[in-house]
Each structure stands twice: as structure tokens, then as C-alpha cells.
């Protein structure tokens, strides 16, 4: 319920395990598999009947992926990324807020979609550049999707430096762990289990490199990124015991 956008990596997680030994010893991840999407359906469950009695059809958490989109690749979205908010988003332009009001949220989120898919059509390539430079702004924290035509490339703020020094510690870590994880020999599963791993990490993150990112978006990734940098540490190690593959 804290972001949507996390589930995208569940049903890799869920997989995992499987891939990992679900051919051998299947009884072993059947049950823990069924009582994770158990548990996932019966948080979700509350929350899906909600939305389908207040919109009268099945929204899974909530659906504005499109207007995100458009806050992308707006007009504003590679010049001035705090003119976005300011001239698109209802909470904080009362024009727009007056307009969503009057014509209802998803008949909103369906004019957002239109002009998103237009300025995307119209181009291509000045969307491509801004997924890009999206990418860069969530793994390196470098605001550069919120700079103000003809800023500086690196962040000017003491808080935005370290926090590009902290997850570029933290990019390099994991990268670490997977190289070497990668290499043993020991591991005839190696190479599939980083692609795998890498897969959950780059999944969640694409949400915000095809919309709009801002540094507090990265909150939900650091769980999963310790997940991760937890696993890749204990399969490293050449002491572990570990026999479960949840681990």
C-alpha cells in the first residue's frame, strides 16, 4: 500500500524461488509460494473493493499511471521540472483542480493519457532522452529530471550530494556481490540468479524512468535493495550453511 509500483517486482520474487530449485524439489516452494499470493490478495483485497465501488470497475491500488506519464513529458518536463507540478498537477493548480472536479478523475486521467501519447508521437526522441536522464536521476539521485534549463549536471544542494554518494555506495555494493557471485564456480545457477536479481531491482525503477521521478520515489527500492545485497552477501559467502531458499 506504500507504493504500487513495488508489486511490480512480485511475481519475480515469487519466481525466484522456483527457478532456484522448484524443478528438484518442488514440494518445498509450493507451499511458501501459495501463502505469499495468499497474503498478497488478502492485503490488496479491501483496498480493490473500494476502488470498485467508488469507480465502479477493478483499479488495482489506483490507476493514474497516465497522467504520471503526462507530468513526464510535458511541455515543462526537460526545461523546469517545479513548473510541472505548478502548471499540471490538480493539488497544486486550482484550474486543474477545478477542471478534475467538474469532469471527474478518470475522465481526467484519459485527457492526460491522449496528450501524453501525442507528445510522445510527436517526439519520440525527446522522450527517449528524458527516460534517460530519468534513469540517471533515480539510480545516481542527481535531480537532473528537476534542473532548470542550463543548470549544472551534478546536484548544488549538501542533501542531494550525499545522496548521491549514498547510493552510488550502495550501487557499488551490490554490483560487487553479484560479480563475485557471479563467478564462482561453485554456482551453476550463478549467471541466472544475477539476471533474476537484476530483473527486480530494474522493474520497479522503469515505472519512474517512463514518467517522473523525484528522490523521495527511491524510498520503496532501498527495502528491496537490502533484500538483495543481503542475499548476494550470503551466497558469496564461502562459510554459509544456509539450506533454505528463502533466504
Known sequence: MLNPSLTITYPLLVLWPIFRSGVKRPRAVVRPVALALLGWAVVLAPWTIRNYVHFHEVIYV??????????GVCP???TNGADVYKNHFPLNNRRIESHVRAVGEQRWISECKQRAK???RNDPLRWAKLVAMRAVDYWVGTALGHRKAGGSFLPQSTDRMLTMFFYLIELGLILGFALRY???PKRPDRVGTCVVLAAMVLS???VYCISHV???FRAPMEPVAAVLF????ERSSKHSRAKNVFV
Open 62 to 71: 489506483r490507476g493514474g499511471l497516465w497522467a504520471e506519464i503526462w507530468l
Open 76 to 78: 515543462e518536463a526537460d
Open 118 to 120: 501525442a507528445a510522445i
Open 182 to 184: 557471479r563467478s564462482d
Open 204 to 206: 520497479f525503477s522503469m
Open 214 to 216: 523525484q528522490v523521495r
Open 230 to 233: 543481503g542475499v548476494l552477501a
